[in-house]
């Protein structure tokens, strides 16, 4: 991305800012969830989910969701 910041909306800047802010400290402070076990339930259907996306499944687009939820 070489998008100068005197070119990004307020809005590009915050999401950049958090998305940072977010990467530093899960660099500092380590992932949360490291060491805690899945539910089977929810392993199963996680590699149903992959079964599906290597068979060439596909979700709904993120501009659908977006749209869906009027996110943008």
Known sequence: M????S??????LKEMIEMIIEQKLIELLGDPDEGLSLRKSVRERLLRQKRAVAEGERGV??????RQLRLG
């Open 61 to 66: 687009p993120l501009e659908e969701v977006v």
């Open 2 to 5: 070489a998008t100068k910041v």
């Open 7 to 12: 070119e990004m909306t307020t809005t590009e």
